[in-house]
């Protein structure tokens, strides 16, 4: 099953607003967690590293007040694209470290973000 | 020069057949690790198989296998016996364990499995 849980799986949000995307790994403590973008037929693209009770380090050319991110507990971490625009419409996925077993690291379900 | 390089984009292959994605590596970290991940349609990464620097025998999980040549740094995944359900993008990853702990992906590549 599912280690790692994203939400919401897909959000319509409109241009000029805030949305919020959450990571929670399932079972176990995220010392880490990795944001990603993936633009259709691309790779997955590194946007930050989230790490409980710290600031995020950014990616170069992540906006981070576009981008914020927060890591309030060892289960959760929080990416919300701030002002949102058709631009920033993506997949985002999250990822969690502190995994149950192995050196892997697992993924959420990913979230599609639409802005119109 | 790319970390991961998949030089695949796309690759066909009959039902039931078995086929071989390619991935080559770069790093000077002895410690590291190689990743391969399934995304389907739905956008998820689906975590198929892992293979650490120092293991000395290949490793194998289910109908995945990973054809680890250290020598020429490559981390071929190999999916026996076909089925539909496999057509997705297939990524390798690399994690570097002495050099920040970050995740490498390479370009991907799409398998189609043909009835």
């Known amino acids: 099953g599912a280690v790692v849980s994203q939400h919401p799986s897909r959000v319509i949000c409109k241009s000029g607003t805030s949305v919020k995307i959450e990571c929670r790994s399932l079972?176990?403590?995220?010392?880490?967690m990795f944001w990603y973008r993936q633009f259709p037929k691309q790779s997955l693209m590194l946007m930050a590293t989230?790490?409980?009770?710290?600031?995020?380090?950014?990616e170069q050319g992540v906006e981070k007040d576009k981008f914020l991110i927060n890591h309030a507990s060892l289960t959760l971490s929080t990416l919300t694209v701030t002002s949102a625009h058709p631009e920033d419409s993506s997949f985002y996925i999250c990822?969690?470290?502190?995994?149950?077993?192995?050196?892997?690291?697992?993924f959420g379900e990913g979230s599609w973000l639409t802005v119109v | 020069a790319q970390k991961i390089t998949q030089t695949q984009p796309g690759m066909f292959v009959q039902e039931k057949e078995a086929v071989t994605l390619d991935c080559t590596y770069d790093?000077?970290?002895?410690?590291?690790?190689l990743f391969w991940y399934k995304q389907p349609s739905s956008g998820e990464m689906i975590f198929l198989i892992y293979?650490?620097?120092?293991?000395?025998q290949n490793a194998t999980e289910g109908r995945y296998s990973l054809n680890f040549q250290k020598a020429r740094k490559s981390a071929n995944l190999v999916i026996s016996a076909s089925q539909l359900g496999d057509s997705a993008m297939y990524f390798c990853?690399?994690?570097?364990?002495?050099?920040?702990?970050?995740?490498?992906f390479g370009t991907g590549t799409s398998l189609t499995v043909i009835p």
């Open positions: 990822s969690a470290d502190g995994q149950p077993s192995g050196n892997t690291i697992y």
């Open positions: 079972d176990f403590q995220a010392t880490t």
């Open positions: 989230s790490n409980e009770g710290s600031k995020a380090t950014y």
């Open positions: 790093t000077s970290d002895p410690s590291y690790g």
């Open positions: 293979q650490g620097s120092y293991d000395q």
């Open positions: 990853a690399m994690r570097e364990f002495n050099t920040g702990n970050q995740f490498y």
